[in-house]
């Protein structure tokens, strides 16, 4: 598999957030992937996914972000595995967005709430025991080797799939600044896309000011610290979060680093 960038981008027409994670010093090759929902996958995607052989598709999407988009296209061979974990009560804001009530759309967004929210969802993933069970499941697929190589996502490839990805590459040992730039990298794959929206939704006068739901399209640190500082604080550091929030044993992320670890 050829990348389309430095840091393992594969290039779809119907997914923008599609990275191969063994371009990460330290992460092997072709053996885990990362990634915004499939639904709109073309056939000439499908193609070239299929050179991967994937075996094991997790999708992190909930059943109300399926139904409303689609479900996921997959190249011949991949299983899906659905773990459904709350990104968030986004209808909440996509009602004001069609309300078109510039007040209520101030209320909502303006000032650093929206930064709030997203900061809240991110703890969400540590404190809340059923999505902490579907991110461990869904490391223990990752432990695996049958199950690989594997691809796990959400609608955006951002905010759960940011945490699943900084949590195996903490497990491999990468050092958090690293960690950081692979998370802000969505950034820069859906920044076309997020301008294209926030203009739209500008010319059509949907919104006065959509530049308020920037800080809900795009990443920022704190919401990744704010999953770490969640973690720290409640297990006392990132290991007991590993072995007492996720009930990972030693063996399983041993297993996690053989099987994602560079072969000498």
Not at 22 to 41: H, Y
Not at 103 to 129: C, I, M
Not at 191 to 210: E, I, V, W
Request: glycine share 10%; proline share 5%.
């Amino acid at each position: 598999m050829t990348f389309d960038d430095d840091h393992g981008r594969i290039a779809l027409q119907g997914a923008d957030n599609v990275r191969d994670m063994g371009a990460l010093p330290g992460v092997r090759t072709g053996r885990l992937l990362r990634a915004d929902a499939l639904n709109k996958l073309t056939d000439a995607d499908l193609d070239r996914l299929g050179g991967l052989g994937l075996r094991t598709v997790v999708d992190f999407r909930m059943r109300s972000e399926i139904e409303m988009n689609g479900p996921d296209r997959l190249p011949p061979g991949a299983t899906e595995v659905a773990l459904p974990i709350s990104g968030g009560n986004l209808e909440t804001f996509y009602e004001v967005i069609l309300s078109g009530d510039a007040g209520r759309q101030e209320e909502v967004f303006g000032g650093d709430r929206t930064e709030q929210v997203l900061a809240e969802v991110n703890r969400s993933f540590v404190a809340e025991p059923g999505e902490r069970a579907q991110f461990s499941a869904a490391l223990r697929l990752v432990a695996d080797p049958a199950g690989l190589p594997l691809l796990f996502h959400c609608t955006a490839g951002k905010d759960r799939t940011g945490w699943m990805a900084a949590i195996v590459l903490t497990v491999l040992g990468l050092p958090r600044n690293e960690i950081m730039a692979d998370y802000l990298r969505s950034n820069d794959y859906h920044r076309a896309g997020y301008d294209k929206l926030l203009r739209q939704l500008g010319d059509s006068g949907q919104m006065k000011d959509p530049e308020l739901l920037r800080p809900l399209l795009e990443q920022q640190p704190a919401y990744l610290d704010a999953a770490f500082d969640e973690a720290e604080r409640r297990y006392g550091s990132f290991e007991a979060f590993l072995r007492d929030g996720l009930d990972l044993t030693p063996d399983a992320l041993d297993a996690i680093r053989a099987n994602l670890s560079p072969h000498d």
